[in-house]
């Protein structure tokens, strides 16, 4: 897998007025109209990037994959505050392409070939790059970006497989940041097929996202700061299966816990000075391994405007934690502390780990 107010000023001048005396006898004082100056109205700063707050209905056939992978994800964008994605067909068209591809190599164990790149040898090729399939499907773009996901649904356990494909995506930091990121636009695609031996019907979600060549991206005010899980969320992920790159090599491929981010508006510079968990009750430590843009282990995914901790260990059922964040976004001061809650179910039938 691979894989961001305005303010109105009114100047108002004071009402003049002024009177004259005339001379003496009988002639009296002559008025003089009072002079009105205008209030000087300054117009209000509209940020070239606003958020999309609205977005014309999906045309997802209700209660599929799709539908529900497309839900989950904006409903998460929304509340974290950095805006709706509008369904594009085409997008949809470059999606379902790369994934029919995938899931063709993973019929045919070709597993060097089941990621973001394409092989112009093998039957499916629509280019090489996620942003050439895109132009492939007739879109024009500024940005393109692409998650993707293989899963199996085990026969026998209930879930949702688009719920399941967004919710893993989001485990892992890289695809997280991406998925909520500044594009606007979004196509999404399942290809499911069974294939022998693997207990259940295999899954690959692809989700291509990108801003239109003649749009601007959409962004968040330059105060905002975003965490991730939100603070007071319920029945988060205690696991992190993992995601390539793999952000945190020195757990040698074993589960980790499900990480804590924080994010700032995309163009500011994330300081870090401290960032860490600790289980709320009895304020007990979390042992986390914490990235930057500077000390991040895959350099070609850091992000200047953002910061994460993962924890060595799955985190334990039902349990509530603190994060705390202390830094800086430019030359302000940032103090951030939230807390959430896992899930009581075991999932490692859905995602691969057991809790702690």
């Known amino acids: 897998m691979k894989k961001i107010a305005s303010t109105s000023m009114i100047a108002v001048a004071a009402l003049l007025s002024a009177c004259g005396g005339g001379g003496g006898g009988d002639s009296g004082a002559v008025p003089v109209p009072p002079v009105v100056v205008p209030p000087v109205v300054t117009p209000p700063v509209v940020d070239a ?28 964008r929304q509340a974290y505050g950095v805006g709706l994605l509008a369904q594009n067909a085409k997008l949809d068209q470059s999606a379902a392409n790369h994934a029919a591809y995938v899931s063709a190599r993973w019929g045919a164990q070709d597993f060097a070939n089941v990621g973001h790149l394409e092989d112009a040898s093998k039957s499916g090729f629509t280019g090489v790059n996620p942003s050439d399939r895109i132009a492939y499907a007739g879109y024009t773009a500024a940005t393109t970006g692409e998650v993707l996901t293989t899963f199996i649904s085990v026969d026998g ?58 749009d601007k991206s959409q962004l968040p005010n330059a105060s905002w700061v975003g965490v991730w899980p939100l603070d007071q969320a319920k029945d988060v992920m205690y696991g992190f299966a993992g995601e390539s790159p793999n952000p945190i090599p020195a757990n ?15 163009g500011l510079v994330l300081g870090t000075t401290s960032f860490t968990m600790v289980e709320t009750a ?46 800086t976004s430019g030359t302000n001061a940032i103090d951030k502390t939230w807390s959430f809650t896992t899930g009581n179910i075991n999932t490692k039938l859905i995602y691969g780990c057991n809790p702690s």
């Open 49 to 76: 990037n606003p958020l999309q707050t609205t977005v014309a209905a999906a045309t997802y056939a209700p209660n599929s994959v799709l539908s529900s992978a497309y839900n989950t994800l904006n409903g998460a």
């Open 282 to 327: 009895g304020n007990v430590p979390v042992s986390v391994q914490l990235s930057t843009a500077s000390s991040d282990v895959n350099p070609s995914q850091a992000r200047t405007n953002s910061a994460y901790i993962i924890p060595f260990k799955p985190l334990k059922l039902a349990t509530q934690y603190t994060v705390r964040f202390v830094g």
């Open 252 to 266: 040698g491929g074993a589960c980790a816990g499900y990480p804590a981010s924080i994010q700032i508006r995309n």
């Open 157 to 214: 356990v209930q879930s949702d497989p688009g719920v399941v494909a967004v919710n893993g995506l989001m485990s892992g930091p890289y695809h997280r940041f991406s998925l909520l990121d500044s594009s606007k636009e979004i196509g999404i695609a399942d290809a499911s097929a069974v294939f022998v031996g693997e207990g259940g019907k295999n899954h690959t979600v692809v989700l291509n996202s990108a801003v239109a060549f003649s």
